[in-house]
């Protein structure tokens, strides 16, 4: 808020946050705050934040600038909800209403700012050797692609391996993003007789390859299928 060089009985600004967003806190930005010794109250009812500055006196220097400036940083949260979905679009408009000493209010003025949703979108495909022979290893192959338009946080990546004649093989996982190996930066926790690990971040448009083997005991009758199946979850912030 950038204000007159005048005596001030009062000034409002009312931040309207629209459906699809929560307050969360607000801050004076004391780093490009011209007038640090005006602070505003703050009250907030629903969907609306006032910021109430009461009177003051914003001295004439002959020059309208940073000196003459209040910097309101407001955050607010986006709801996990169902019209926030990628592509949207969320209207936030705030609105300034300003009393010069000795005079009526002035007109409102407001001014908006947009945020645009996106939200990952993760698929996941498994494939592995169509036949191994009894005591021999099959290698699996597990790929996620993020095809949506926000990064995906902390995709934990495992198979339980819950058939009987299968079990993991400590060791064996590698993991590459875009081709690039970031195996080293992995922990890897061991199940009964699968694993899980967990990737930092998938960003729009990357594929994660998870690669391990699993034996197949010495033991297995011939001629049988022996399925296994590999799950991921995500976040869509840290």
Request: glycine residues 10%; aromatic residues 6%.
């Amino acid at each position: 808020v950038t204000f007159p060089e005048i005596d001030i009985d009062g000034a409002v600004v009312v931040d309207t946050l629209p459906t699809g967003l929560s307050f969360v806190s607000s801050s004076i930005d004391s780093s490009a705050t011209g007038l640090t010794g005006v602070i505003p109250s703050r009250s907030v009812a629903g969907q609306e934040i006032t910021f109430d500055f009461g009177a003051f006196t914003n001295p004439s220097d002959g020059s309208i600038g940073a000196d003459d400036r209040v910097v309101i940083l407001v955050t607010a949260l986006v709801k996990d909800e169902g019209t926030n979905v990628d592509g949207a679009t969320l209207n936030n408009t705030a609105t300034l209403t300003l009393t010069p000493t000795g005079q009526a209010a002035m007109d409102p003025i407001t001014a908006a700012a947009t945020v645009d949703i996106v939200t990952p979108d993760l698929s996941i495909n498994k494939t592995g050797n169509i036949a191994v022979s009894p005591g021999g290893d099959a290698r699996y192959t597990v790929t996620i692609v993020n095809s949506g338009t926000g990064p995906a946080y902390d995709i934990l990546v495992a198979d339980v391996l819950d058939n009987a004649h299968l079990s993991y093989n400590a060791g064996s996982l590698a993991a590459t993003i875009d081709t690039v190996d970031i195996t080293t930066g992995l922990t890897v926790t061991q199940t009964a007789t699968g694993f899980e690990t967990l990737v930092a971040k998938l960003l729009p448009g990357e594929t994660l390859d998870v690669t391990y083997t699993a034996r197949l005991d010495a033991n297995a009758p011939g001629a049988q299928s022996f399925g296994n199946t590999a799950t991921i979850s995500y976040d869509t912030v840290p």
